[in-house]
C-alpha cells in the first residue's frame, strides 16, 4: 500500500522540506508481515500540461484561434499558476491585463472562466478538455 498526504513533512537525512508526507507497507512474499517506510514526497505534475495550448472552444462554441494565442483572452493577457492533483487542473493567482478594447459579441471570457477554477481534464486528439460536473467547458489545441 502506498498512501500521500498533503501535510508539511522534513526530510530526516536531508532538512529538506516537502508537501506530503508519504508512507509504504510492503512485505516479500516470504516475510510474515508488512514492513511499514514513511518519508516525504513531491506530487509529480503531468508534464503534458506544460506546452503550448490554445483555446479552441468554450462550451462547445468554436473560437477564432488567433485571437486567443499566447496566453491571451481576446483583448487582455492572462497568466498565471495553476496546480494539479491526480486529473484535476486547479488555476490561482490568475493574473490579467486592464485594457479597454471590445471583443465581439458573445466571447467569453477565458480569464473569469480560469480564476481561481478546478477542473478534470483528459487528453484525446491533439487537445486539452477541461470540465466540469462530465461538462466539456474548455477544448485546447496543442500547437507546437
Known amino acids: 500500500m502506498i498512501s500521500a498526504s498533503a501535510e508539511p513533512c522534513t526530510d530526516t537525512m536531508s532538512g529538506e522540506r516537502f508537501n506530503y508526507k508519504v508512507e509504504v507497507q510492503a512485505k516479500h512474499t516470504s516475510d510474515k508481515a508488512y514492513r511499514n517506510f514513511t518519508g516525504c514526497g513531491d506530487y509529480v505534475p503531468d508534464m503534458r500540461l506544460t506546452d503550448i ?73 491533439n487537445r486539452l478538455y477541461l470540465k466540469k460536473d462530465n461538462k466539456i467547458i474548455l477544448t485546447l489545441k496543442h500547437v507546437d
Not at 73 to 84: H, L, P, V
Not at 92 to 118: N, V, W
Open 53 to 125: 495550448w490554445v483555446v479552441e472552444q468554450v462550451e462547445g462554441v468554436p473560437l477564432k484561434p488567433a485571437s486567443f494565442m499566447n496566453g491571451h483572452d481576446g483583448c487582455n493577457s492572462i497568466g498565471g499558476a495553476f496546480s494539479t492533483k491526480r486529473n484535476t487542473i486547479t488555476f490561482k493567482q490568475l493574473m490579467s491585463t486592464r485594457m479597454f478594447c471590445s471583443t465581439p459579441d458573445g466571447t467569453p471570457e477565458i480569464s473569469a472562466l480560469l480564476a481561481e477554477q478546478t477542473y478534470g481534464y483528459e487528453f484525446g486528439n
